[in-house]
């Protein structure tokens, strides 16, 4: 699992993001947290849940996401994507996510 260098974090995990961060990489349960990650077809980010991680299939390193953004609930998840999104486009004056985080 690889976390960007530019990490969103919901504002109620500050203090909590190094904890949470472990729990992810060990697979330990956490129901309420979400991760968003770079999207691996066209699209610009994807929404996992952090029980999805613990499958095989992601503890493989070619299938690892490239996390860039953590949050707590659904609804969270998707403002998070929401300011991410909004960053870029302020940013680069585009959509390109990818281009954004590869920095």
């Known amino acids: 699992m690889r976390f960007?260098?530019?990490l969103y974090i919901s504002p109620s995990l500050d203090k909590k993001c190094g904890k949470v961060k472990w729990k992810l990489r060990t697979g330990r349960p956490q129901p309420a947290i979400y991760v968003i990650a770079l999207a691996?077809?066209?699209d610009l980010l994807e929404i996992y849940h952090s029980a999805m991680l613990r499958q095989k299939y992601y503890k493989k390193k070619e299938n690892a996401p490239y996390i860039v953004g953590i949050a707590v609930g659904y609804g969270g998840a998707v403002d998070l994507v929401m300011e991410i999104i909004q960053?870029?486009?302020?940013?680069?004056?585009?959509y390109d996510v990818k281009a954004h985080f590869a920095k």
Request: proline letters at 0%.
């Open 40 to 42: 691996r077809n066209n």
């Open 4 to 6: 960007s260098r530019k």
């Open 87 to 94: 960053d870029v486009l302020r940013e680069t004056g585009a």
